[in-house]
C-alpha cells in the first residue's frame, strides 16, 4: 500500500488538513500576539487592579490544560447559552490561551529593560509613548524574539488538539485515513509535513533574529 | 541663574538632603563632592526631575521651575548618566538626533547638521554610523554629551564623569567642560575625585551623610 499511488490519492485530504492547521496557527498568532504585547505592558503597569486581573488571568490561562480550555469554550460555555462555531471556539481558546504565555514572555522583557532607558528618555523629554516605541520595543523584540519562538514551534504542533472538537485539520485527515485503510503510511506523512513546518518557522525564526542582530 | 532654596529629599522617611540652598551663575561650572552616600546622585537626579522632593523649590532667574513637574518641550536640565545610558538600539547619529526630532520637532536635516558639528568638536567625526556597542568608554561619554546638548539645555549636569574612564581620559573630560563652559553653558558636575573637581571647579559644594 506504501506506494505513491496512494500517496498522490490521500495528498489533497492531507493538505487541506494542512491548510486548516495553517489557517488556526497564523490567526492565533496575529490574534495573541498583540494582545500579549498589550497585557505584557499591563503586567508592568504602575496600576495594582490592572496588574492582578491580569496576573490572574496568566495564571488561569497557563495553569490549565489548553486541552480543557477547548472543552470548556466548545462543549462547555453552550450550556450557559453561549455557543461557538467550531472554529471561532478554536480561536477564542487558542488566542486566550496563547496571549496569556505572550504577555509573560514581555513581561520579562519590559522588566528586563534597564530603569536607567527610561530615565534617559525622560531628561530627553520624550514622551512616554515615544519611548515606548522607539527604545522599548526594539529592545524587548530582540531579548523576547527566543522564547516567541519556542511558543511558535509549539503553536504548529498544539494546534493539533482542535482535533478534539472535531475540527477537519491535519492530524485528523492523517487519522482519518489511517483508520479507514489501515495503514500506517497517512500518519507518517502528516509527521512530515509537521516537521517541514516546524522546519520553515525555525528557519524564518532565524532570520527575523538575525534581522535584530545589528546592535548588542 | 539657577537658584536652589532649602531643598530636601528623603526616602522613606530618611533625610538624604536636608534644607540644602546653593546657586549657580550663569555660564559657571559647580562642583558636587563628598563621600559615597552623601546624596551627590541624588541631588542631581532631583535637579534633573528624576525624584520628587520633599521641600524646597528650584529657580531660574528667579523664575519657580519644578523639573518633576515640568511637561513642557524645552530643555532646561540636560544629564550625562554615570553609564551614559545611551540607547543601544539606536546608531550614534540616531542616539543624538531622536529627541530634537520628535520633541522640538526640528526638520531631519537641521538636526543632522547640528549633530554632525557636535561630533566635530567632541572628535566623533566617522562614528555617525556605529552603535553604542561599537564604542570605547570615551567615546560613549561623549556621544551622551552630545546628545544632552542636542536639546539646547540651560544647565548641563554630569555624574561622576571621570568614573568609567581610564585615568589618562580625565584630562579630555575637563578639556570638554571647559570648552563648553567658554560656550556660555552652565555645568554641574558630581564627582568625588579632587584632582577633577579642583580642576574644572568655579565653585564647588561639599556635601556630606546626614546622620
Ligand atoms: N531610591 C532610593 N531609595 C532609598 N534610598 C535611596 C535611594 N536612592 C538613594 N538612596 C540612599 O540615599 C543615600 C545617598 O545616595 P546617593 O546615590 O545619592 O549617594 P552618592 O553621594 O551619589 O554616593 P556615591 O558617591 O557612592 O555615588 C544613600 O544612603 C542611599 O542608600
Ligand atoms: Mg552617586
Given at each position: 500500500m506504501f506506494s505513491l499511488h496512494y500517496i498522490s490519492e490521500i495528498l489533497p485530504s492531507l493538505l487541506s488538513g494542512t491548510t486548516m492547521t495553517l489557517k488556526i496557527f497564523c490567526w492565533t498568532l496575529i490574534g495573541a500576539l498583540p494582545i500579549g504585547m498589550i497585557f505584557g505592558l499591563g503586567l508592568v503597569s504602575k496600576f495594582r487592579p490592572i496588574r492582578y486581573i491580569l496576573n490572574f488571568y496568566v495564571w488561569l490561562m497557563r495553569g490549565t490544560p489548553l486541552l480543557l480550555q477547548l472543552i470548556f469554550v466548545f462543549y462547555g460555555l453552550p450550556i450557559v447559552g453561549i455557543v461557538f462555531q467550531r472554529y471561532d471556539a478554536a480561536l477564542f481558546a487558542f488566542i486566550l490561551n496563547y496571549a496569556a504565555y505572550f504577555a509573560e514572555i514581555f513581561r520579562g522583557g519590559l522588566q528586563s529593560v534597564d530603569r536607567g532607558q527610561y530615565e534617559a528618555a525622560k531628561v530627553l523629554r520624550l514622551s512616554y509613548w515615544q519611548t515606548i516605541r522607539k527604545i522599548v520595543i526594539p529592545q524587548v523584540a530582540k531579548i523576547v524574539l527566543p522564547s516567541i519562538g519556542n511558543e511558535v514551534i509549539n503553536l504548529v504542533k498544539d494546534s493539533s488538539l482542535v482535533y478534539v472538537i472535531g475540527i477537519g485539520d491535519l492530524l485528523r485527515a492523517g487519522n482519518v485515513a489511517s483508520s479507514r485503510d489501515v495503514t500506517l503510511v497517512p500518519l507518517l506523512l502528516v509527521g512530515i509535513i509537521y516537521l517541514l513546518l516546524t522546519a520553515i518557522c525555525t528557519y524564518i525564526l532565524r532570520r527575523i533574529e538575525k534581522h535584530f542582530a545589528y546592535w548588542r | 541663574m539657577l537658584k536652589i532654596k532649602d531643598l530636601t529629599k528623603t526616602f522613606g522617611g530618611r533625610v538624604i538632603i536636608d534644607k540644602l540652598s546653593f546657586d549657580v551663575p550663569d555660564s559657571e561650572i559647580l562642583t558636587i563632592v563628598g563621600p559615597s552616600g552623601a546624596g551627590k546622585t541624588t541631588l542631581l537626579r532631583c535637579i534633573s526631575g528624576l525624584e520628587k522632593i520633599d521641600a524646597g523649590g528650584f529657580y531660574i532667574n528667579d523664575q519657580k521651575f519644578d523639573p518633576y513637574e515640568n511637561s513642557g518641550n524645552e530643555s532646561v536640565i540636560g544629564v550625562v548618566f554615570q553609564?551614559?545610558?545611551?540607547?543601544?538600539?539606536?546608531?550614534v547619529m540616531d542616539n543624538v538626533t531622536l529627541a530634537p526630532k520628535l520633541v522640538l520637532k526640528k526638520d531631519v536635516a537641521t538636526v543632522k547638521k547640528e549633530a554632525l558639528e557636535s561630533f566635530a568638536r567632541l572628535q566623533l567625526d566617522g562614528k555617525e554610523d556605529l552603535y553604542p556597542y561599537q564604542l570605547s568608554g570615551g567615546q560613549k561619554q561623549r556621544v551622551a554629551i552630545a546628545r544632552a546638548l542636542a536639546m539646547h539645555p540651560q544647565i548641563l549636569c554630569y555624574d561622576e564623569p571621570t568614573s568609567a574612564l581610564d585615568p589618562e581620559l580625565r584630562g579630555e573630560v575637563s578639556k570638554i567642560i571647559k570648552g563648553l563652559k567658554q560656550d556660555g553653558m552652565t555645568q554641574i558636575v558630581v564627582t568625588h575625585d579632587m584632582d577633577f573637581a579642583n580642576d574644572v571647579a568655579d565653585k564647588q559644594l561639599h556635601v556630606s551623610p546626614i546622620k
Open positions: - | 553609564d551614559f545610558q545611551l540607547f543601544p538600539n539606536l546608531t
